[in-house]
């Protein structure tokens, strides 16, 4: 489906040392989808099971996160909403990058939310593994710490991120030119696309759904990447509501932390030049999203409760 054509042959081509064909992005992605070849053989279950797992295990660590940080309730919410979100079902069932990128990203900020900052700076790196645009990610955990006066922190973080990510790249490294062009071309792509294409969704229009992406067609069944335009908006508000409280209070408290990811995770894309954009490039923000508005939901109810 879609872009497994040019995900499973590349993680093919790495399992049997062969590099990696791929230069669209780094290699720690496509190593995760050869895992589930390695054990299950070249076929749709063995190319697909890694991203089962990844979106799996993204379910417990949004509720660990959002019970961290706003209470048992939101927490269950988050993680409930989760499991039934169309675009979080269908990128954990197809070898795509997108929802390991969402895995790393989710275990950083919940590391974030536990003040583990060196296991938060390790899987900002593994994020940046799979798509280089897991930096969106470095940017917002580090102008969160910046923001609560914890900028030593980040001097902790550096050496710990630069590692994890240069272990990442190992499979690609010894090939010198290989590498050198990787990073080059995987750079330009991310910053400069301006390809058509039926699908192209700008940023503005994810959250209401303006564009699904198509991903499977046939007589019997029809999949796509797709928001939920109904829940996905009240993220805005929250965050506005949230960025508000932390202004008149004068301080940054860890219940901004999810307003960090969803401003940068997701609003850095409005920022780059490039023009060839989809819908699920918002895939590694939706944990951020559920739990912003379960925390709507929920400060809704108990303003009409009281």
Avoid at 173 to 181: I, M, N, P, Q, T
Avoid at 242 to 269: D, H, I, M, S
């Amino acid at each position: 489906m879609v872009d497994e054509v040019y995900y499973s042959p590349a993680a093919k081509s790495l399992l049997e040392f062969q590099g990696d064909p791929n230069y669209v992005h780094p290699p720690l992605g496509k190593l995760l989808i050869a895992s589930g070849i390695a054990l299950f053989g070249y076929n749709s279950f063995g190319w697909r099971i890694a991203s089962v797992i990844a979106g799996s295990i993204i379910v417990p660590a949004t509720y660990l996160f959002a019970r961290k940080i706003f209470g048992d309730f939101v927490g269950i919410m988050s993680a409930a909403l989760l499991v039934f979100d169309p675009m979080q079902q269908t990128m954990s069932r197809i070898a795509m990058l997108d929802i390991f990128l969402a895995l790393f990203i989710t275990l950083a900020f919940l590391a974030a939310s536990y003040e583990k900052y060196r296991v938060s700076s390790m899987a900002l790196g593994l994020a940046c593994g799979v798509k280089l645009v897991g930096a969106f990610a470095v940017v917002g955990i580090a102008t969160y710490l910046i923001c609560s006066g914890r900028i030593t922190k980040i001097l902790g973080m550096i050496p710990v991120f630069a590692a994890t990510f240069a272990a990442s790249l190992l499979p690609i490294v010894f090939d010198r030119a290989s590498f050198l062009y990787s990073i080059a071309f995987s750079t330009s792509w991310h910053m400069t696309l301006d390809a058509s294409h039926p699908s192209i969704a700008p940023p503005v229009g994810w959250l209401i759904n303006v564009v699904p992406f198509p991903v499977h067609s046939s007589p019997q069944q029809s999949i796509s990447v797709s928001s939920n335009p109904f829940l996905y908006p009240i993220s805005l508000a929250v965050v506005v509501l949230l960025v508000y409280e932390a202004l008149n209070e004068r301080k940054c408290t860890p219940q901004t932390l999810p307003v960090f990811w969803f401003t940068f995770v997701y609003g850095l894309f409005f920022l780059i030049p490039r023009k060839t954009q989809f819908i699920f490039y918002l895939t590694p923000a939706v944990p951020a999203i559920l739990v912003l508005a379960s925390y709507g939901i929920f400060r809704f109810f108990s303003s009409i409760s009281k």
